[in-house]
């Protein structure tokens, strides 16, 4: 079992700029995969980005360009820096650690980011 705990959300101006942190613990031999999703009211929860143990990153389309994200394997942690943040990315954050198959995953609790107009 991994434990993940995220901190950094928060308000922040269209145009502005937040950073999620999640912080790893546990069994984290496990998990090749670590990366952030975003549910939205009313939505269903959508792949924001991934990045794996060796540094391979994906995006969402919608998130190109304007976010990053990166892993310290040391410190067991994957970091979101968020830039040009926009209304539509308003939503609840959760962080996820899995295998690539997906037969072992643990989520985070969630962070909100809320970004006004």
């Known amino acids: 079992q991994v434990q993940l705990v995220e901190s950094g959300g928060g308000l922040v101006q269209a145009g502005g700029s937040l950073r999620l942190s999640c912080a790893a613990s546990g069994s984290i031999l496990s998990t090749n995969v670590m990366g952030w999703y975003r549910q939205a009211p009313g939505k269903q929860r959508e792949l924001v980005a991934t990045?794996?143990?060796?540094?391979?990153?994906n995006y969402a389309e919608s998130v190109k360009g304007r976010f990053t994200i990166s892993r310290d394997n040391a410190k067991n942690t994957v970091n979101l820096q968020m830039n040009s943040l926009k209304p539509e990315d308003t939503a609840v954050y959760y962080c996820?650690?899995?295998?690539?198959?997906?037969?072992?995953?643990?989520w985070g609790q969630g962070t909100q980011v809320t970004v006004s107009s």
């Open positions: 990045i794996t143990s060796g540094g391979s990153t």
């Open positions: 996820n650690a899995r295998t690539s198959s997906w037969s072992i995953t643990s």
